[in-house]
Each structure stands twice: as structure tokens, then as C-alpha cells.
């Protein structure tokens, strides 16, 4: 097998898998928060976890602030292992949807994807996007953010060294998804796309959750679950199951490509 990336990790591998799930976490996340997904997807998928730069196994690393480098380091790692084991299929939750979409952009046509999953993520532009120059958010504003979604203990916040160790990738995260600004007139994607949200998420609105389906060619399909921002940790039984229903709809063999969107 190829060697796999360092912006990629397998937990659990799986020799007879037809397909991988590559998963993308959310902003402040890592590789450790899907860690168990692996064992849930039984033998035939194999679900890889994308590790971000600066945090758990890549610590050492410098952050990486820019969407576009961040995703030219990400889907070079999936091209460089080639179709193994066999089609691919995109999940992203809150940022790591973004981040996913992205990818799957970057992917298209040069590698077999089967689908994009986005999970408690406005659609690019149905959100309010400022045109000033995104800067760094403050403590207060990122601790805001967290105590909205709700799913964070928010009092590891009152001792100094988790502050310290958190509160940076934080910042560097929101900075990547505050600079974010999809132009208009891009290319649709022609596999499905599955948005999955949570039905009292107040950060994510029910309309912009729909917006998803206007960037593909091919089926749109939308799950409320009962929950706020991070609705899948009680929902993870249900959102594998939704997850393998719709990857058991698609053929194994295809090659992804893209209309351009007028």
C-alpha cells in the first residue's frame, strides 16, 4: 500500500474495504474526534481522518490560515495514495465541511469520489460575509462562538495552560474560515451531496442547511437530527447509519467531473 501522508490517518484498517470515508473535523478539532468511526463502518469501509496542522499528532507543526493551502496539502495526500481501497466519499462537520467541499473541488475528475457529506454547515454564500479584511478573533469572541454551539465544557476555559493550548488553534481556524470567499460562477460537482444538520443548531439556519443542493448536478439529499451544533456525538449510531444507506446507493466504479456553474 502507498505510504499514507501525515495530513492523513487510518485508526482502523480495514483489508477488505471496497470503499474510504475520508473525514474532516471541525474548527479546534482533530483526528481523535472520529477515532472510533472506524470500528462503527464495519469491514467495507474504511474511514480515513484528515489531521490539520498544529494540533494532536502534528503539534509541532506551524497552523495553516489559508483555505487554499491547507487543501492543496489535503487532496495531494489523497491523490498520492491513488484509489485505495477503493472510491472515496467526503464527511465534514462545521468547518471540516468547508474544508471537505473544498477538497472535493480540488479532487474532481482525478480521483473516483462516490460523495460529499456536509454536516452542520451553511451553504458557501448563504451566510452574511463581510467584505473587510478578516483579522484574528479575541478570546471573548471565540469563547462565544463555543458557548453558542454548545458540546465544550466551557470551564477548561478557566485554567490558564488549556486556555493556552486551545485558544490558538481556535483563533487560526476561525481565521481560515472568516477569510473564506467562494467566487461565484465555479464548478458544480456531479456526485451527491448529503447535508446533515442539527434541528436546534441556532447557528445554522434551515434554508442555508437546503442552499447545499444548488452545487451539484446530481442528487441533494438533507437529514435534521435532533440536536444543537454537535448533534452527531449523540447521534453518531444514526449518522453512520444515514452515512452507509447513501454510500450503499452508489456504484463503486465512476470517475468524478464537474459542470461549470453559469
Not at 480540488?106 to 451553511?122: K, M, Q, Y
Request: charged fraction near 20%; aromatic fraction near 8%.
Amino acid at each position: 500500500m502507498t505510504a499514507i501522508p501525515n495530513c492523513l490517518m487510518i485508526p482502523c484498517p480495514r483489508p477488505t474495504a471496497t470503499r474510504r470515508l475520508v473525514v474532516f473535523p471541525h474548527a479546534g478539532g482533530g483526528a481523535n474526534f472520529y477515532r472510533a468511526w472506524g470500528e462503527r463502518f464495519g469491514p467495507d469501509v474504511e474511514v480515513w481522518i484528515v489531521q490539520y496542522p498544529g494540533r494532536e499528532s502534528r503539534m509541532a507543526e506551524p497552523f495553516v490560515s489559508d483555505l487554499d493551502e491547507l487543501v492543496g496539502e489535503i487532496s495531494a495526500g489523497l491523490r498520492a495514495t491513488g484509489n485505495e481501497p477503493g472510491n472515496t466519499a467526503l464527511f465534514g462537520h462545521s468547518m471540516g465541511a468547508t474544508i471537505a467541499y473544498e477538497t472535493a473541488l480540488a479532487l474532481a475528475g482525478g480521483l473516483p469520489l462516490d460523495a460529499l457529506f456536509v454536516s452542520a454547515r451553511r451553504a458557501p454564500g448563504s451566510g452574511p460575509v463581510s467584505e473587510a479584511r478578516a483579522r484574528p478573533r479575541t478570546d471573548e469572541e471565540i469563547l462565544a462562538v463555543l458557548r453558542q454551539h454548545g458540546g465544550t465544557p466551557m470551564e477548561i476555559f478557566d485554567q490558564p495552560l488549556a486556555r493556552e493550548l486551545f485558544l490558538p488553534v481556535l483563533r487560526n481556524d476561525y481565521l481560515l474560515l472568516d477569510s473564506y470567499r467562494p467566487e461565484a460562477g465555479r464548478p458544480l460537482l456531479d456526485i451527491p451531496i448529503t447535508a446533515l444538520s442539527g434541528r436546534q443548531d441556532s447557528s445554522v439556519e434551515a434554508e442555508s442547511v437546503m442552499g447545499w443542493g444548488r452545487f451539484t448536478t446530481a442528487e441533494f439529499h438533507s437529514h435534521a437530527l435532533d440536536g444543537g451544533h454537535f448533534y452527531l456525538v449523540p447521534q453518531v449510531d444514526r449518522v453512520v447509519e444515514l452515512v452507509r444507506a447513501h454510500l450503499r446507493d452508489y456504484p463503486l466504479v465512476g470517475k468524478s467531473s464537474m459542470r461549470w456553474n453559469a
